[in-house]
């Protein structure tokens, strides 16, 4: 991906391909707000280009608060550009490929992108700031694991979410038991994860995984709810997040030792469970 530019907008350009750009964002300035709307290419989900777009602008952001002395975001919002679906998880078309190709050192690589993305939102860039995650729709494995990677959780109702891995004899392995333990327990977060059910984001509000439930299409206006309140109560706020921060800390460490098990356990899957793989592949195909 070369020549990405930021407009002032934060709108990215591009001279290459059509897709080579998957997230569409822009800035509000009056609320400090930038808005991150992912369409990954030809599926929904965790693309590795959608991984270079978010580090390329997560990279943009920090220089701009740099030079800002800290001052020109106080959010960021990650949601959809796809009605209906915020995300559908990794790339199982390149976790099959690289199984069957016996790559395991691409799929680690892979993967490592994965948690350098949500630990950066997880984290909040080390930034003084607030990253929301916006969910109007599906967000099924990694797409779970991404909106769990904010650090307010914004959902819809009648949105889904869920851990389908479980489906073809594997584990979401990018934060999911690391976010869901520190929320609901460890002891909830593994029947979850092992049920492979999709639940509601009703369901998930009243578990305490959801922190705020919107109607359905006031997802926005939910968002803006949020930050006029925070306004009102920053100081509370900011110091809340800290205190979550000193708290329930999620290291990369933890995020890279449990990858390098998903690794291994992706490589002991067998013909069936990868048959089971292809099924939701095409599943994911129809879908779009």
């Known amino acids: 991906m070369n020549n990405i530019a930021l407009l002032n907008d934060n709108s990215f350009i591009t001279p290459d391909v059509q897709h080579s750009l998957q997230l569409n964002t822009h800035f509000d300035s009056k609320y400090k707000v930038s808005w991150c709307h992912m369409n990954g290419f030809p599926r929904p989900c965790f693309t590795s280009t959608l991984l270079d777009n978010f580090k390329d602008y ?27 679906i915020f995300n559908l998880g990794g790339d199982l078309n390149l976790f099959k490929n690289s199984i069957e190709n016996s790559d395991k050192a691409g799929l680690l690589a892979y993967a490592t992108s994965c948690i350098d993305v949500l630990y950066e939102n997880m984290s909040h860039l080390q930034q003084d700031l607030t990253t929301i995650s916006l969910v109007q729709g599906d967000a099924l494995g990694g797409g779970f694991e991404a909106a769990l990677a904010s650090n307010l959780l914004i959902a ?72 006029k309140s925070f306004n009102r109560q920053s100081n509370s706020y900011r110091a809340m997040r800290k205190v979550k921060d000193v708290c329930n800390p999620v290291t990369y460490k933890e995020l890279l030792d449990i990858v390098h098990i998903w ?26």
């Open 58 to 84: 997560t990279k943009t952001i920090k220089q701009e608060m740099k030079a800002s002395n800290g001052q020109k975001y106080d959010f960021i919002v990650v949601a959809s550009d796809i009605k209906g």
């Open 263 to 288: 690794v291994d356990a992706a490589f002991n899957l067998t013909p069936r469970d990868l048959k089971m793989m292809h099924r939701l592949i095409n599943r994911q195909n129809s879908i779009v």
């Open 156 to 227: 819809e109702k009648g949105s889904k979410m869920g851990f389908p891995e479980v489906l073809f004899n594997l584990f979401p392995g990018m934060g999911a038991y690391s976010f869901l333990s520190r929320k609901i327990g460890g002891i909830k977060a593994e029947k979850m994860i092992l049920s492979g059910k999709l639940f509601s984001a009703e369901e998930l509000f009243e578990m305490g995984v959801v922190d705020i439930l919107a109607e359905k299409g006031d997802g926005e206006l939910a968002v803006y709810d949020y930050i």
